[in-house]
C-alpha cells in the first residue's frame, strides 16, 4: 500500500512541475498593459477587456492602483525629455488605472494592433483608441512595445506569484 501512495506522491509532483513547465512557455510570450484613468474613470474596464480577450490574448495578472507621482515618473522615464512629460505624468494620477499582464501569441505585436495608432485620428476602426481613446494623451492604454520592455515593465507593478497562466 505504501508503494502505491508513493507512486501517486509522484504522479502528482510530476504534474505540478509539467504545469510549472507550462505555465513558464506560456508566459514567454507576454507583455504589460495598463487601462489608463480616461478609460476607468468611465467605466471602460469591461470594454476594454473585451477586446483584448476577443482578440485571444488572456489576462494572467491584473490589478486596479493608483499611481502616485514617483511610480508615474519612473515608469514613463524613457519619455521624459519630451515636452508632454509633465502632462503625462500629471494624466497618469488624475486617477485609478489597472495594470495587466497579458500573454498570447505575438502578443506584443498582436496587442499593438488591437490599441490602434497613439493618436485615435490615426487609429484603424474597431481598434481601442479609435473607439473609446479621448485624445492623443488620454488614450484608454498603454502596451509595451517591445518583450524585452514588457518583463522589465511587468517587474515594476508585478511579483511571480501574482502572474498566473
Ligand atoms: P504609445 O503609447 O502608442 O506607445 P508613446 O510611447 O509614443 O506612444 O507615448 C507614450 C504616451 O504618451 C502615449 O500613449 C500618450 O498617452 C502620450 N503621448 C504621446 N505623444 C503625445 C503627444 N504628442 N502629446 C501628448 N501626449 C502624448
Ligand atoms: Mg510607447
Keep these: 500500500m505504501d508503494g502505491s501512495r508513493g507512486d501517486r506522491y509522484k504522479a502528482r509532483d510530476s504534474s505540478i ?6 505555465r513558464t512557455q506560456c508566459l514567454s510570450n507576454v507583455l504589460f498593459s495598463i487601462i489608463k484613468p480616461d478609460a476607468t474613470r468611465r467605466n471602460l474596464t469591461g470594454a476594454v ?19 502616485t ?7 514613463y522615464a524613457v519619455h521624459k525629455e519630451r515636452p508632454f ?10 486617477g485609478p488605472v489597472v495594470v495587466q499582464v497579458l500573454e498570447g501569441q505575438n502578443a506584443v505585436a498582436k ?17 481601442i483608441r479609435k473607439e473609446f481613446a479621448e485624445s492623443i494623451e488620454a488614450n ?6 517591445s518583450l524585452e520592455n514588457a518583463k522589465n ?10 502572474i498566473v497562466g
Excluded at 512629460?85 to 488624475?94: D, K, T
Design 85 to 94: 512629460y509633465g502632462e503625462l505624468v500629471s494624466f497618469m494620477i488624475s
Design 153 to 162: 515593465e511587468i517587474a515594476f507593478f508585478f511579483s511571480e506569484s501574482e
Design 49 to 67: 477587456n473585451a477586446k483584448l480577450e476577443g482578440a485571444g490574448l488572456r489576462i494572467v495578472a491584473q490589478k486596479r492602483l493608483q499611481l
Design 17 to 22: 512541475q509539467s504545469r510549472k513547465r507550462k
Design 69 to 75: 507621482e514617483a511610480q508615474a515618473k519612473a515608469f
Design 111 to 127: 496587442n499593438r494592433e488591437i490599441m490602434g495608432a497613439t493618436n485615435p485620428a490615426n487609429a484603424e476602426p474597431g481598434t
Design 140 to 145: 484608454s492604454v498603454h502596451g509595451s512595445d
